[in-house]
């Protein structure tokens, strides 16, 4: 789940990004409590298998700490993205298009098949974690982000 701290995290990675400001690794990986990491890569395995979950974190290695906050931001912008298009329904082509952006961004932890996505969906409602961090942005957006992906992965071709 997503705290404040994680939030202002964000926020300085976005800025040091865009030259306004510098951070040391430290500050960049603030508001990442390393205990949380690990719980969740536990509860990885068990859904997904070891193998899974090793290769994306190895791949997650790979990255540098600037890789690892620029996905880290776009992720956050895509679920404000996703929060401020629910009006426009899930089906809509500019809802899809984030959910077609969504996928694409995940490509940065492992290869997502079509039910792998339609199981995130699910994850981000089933789990409360999940469902608490994205329902920070609107309380409704779990459920419309799991139609959303649904929706996609049925048109996906």
Same mark, same amino acid.
């Given at each position: 789940?997503?705290?404040?701290?994680?939030? *202002?995290? $964000? @926020?300085?990675?976005?800025? #040091?990004?865009?030259?306004? %400001?510098?951070?040391?690794?430290?500050?960049?990986? /603030?508001?990442?409590?390393?205990?949380?990491?690990?719980?969740?890569?536990?509860?990885?395995?068990?859904?997904?298998?070891? *193998?899974? $979950? @090793?290769?994306?974190?190895? #791949?997650?290695?790979?990255? %540098?700490?600037?890789?690892?906050?620029?996905?880290? /931001?776009?992720?956050?912008?895509?679920?404000?993205?996703?929060?401020?298009?629910m009006r426009a329904g899930f089906d809509?082509?500019?809802?899809?298009?984030?959910?077609?952006?969504?996928?694409?961004?995940?490509?940065?932890?492992?290869?997502?098949?079509?039910?792998?996505?339609?199981?995130?969906?699910?994850?981000?409602?089933?789990?409360?974690?999940?469902?608490?961090?994205?329902?920070?942005?609107?309380?409704?957006?779990?459920?419309?982000?799991?139609?959303?992906?649904?929706?996609?992965?049925?048109?996906?071709?």
């Amino acid at each position: 789940m997503i705290d404040l701290k994680l939030i *202002q995290t $964000v @926020d300085k990675t976005i800025a #040091r990004l865009n030259g306004e %400001s510098k951070m040391s690794d430290q500050e960049l990986f /603030a508001g990442f409590d390393e205990e949380k990491q690990k719980e969740y890569a536990d509860q990885a395995r068990q859904r997904w298998g070891s *193998q899974a $979950v @090793d290769a994306s974190l190895k #791949r997650w290695g790979k990255y %540098s700490a600037a890789q690892k906050a620029q996905i880290i /931001a776009e992720g956050e912008a895509i679920r404000r993205d996703l929060a401020a298009n629910m009006r426009a329904g899930f089906d809509s082509p500019a809802v899809q298009q984030i959910v077609a952006h969504w996928h694409q961004h995940m490509k940065n932890f492992y290869e997502p098949s079509i039910e792998r996505l339609r199981g995130l969906g699910n994850l981000y409602v089933d789990d409360p974690d999940f469902r608490a961090n994205y329902a920070k942005l609107d309380p409704g957006l779990p459920e419309f982000f799991r139609d959303a992906i649904e929706f996609y992965c049925n048109h996906k071709k």
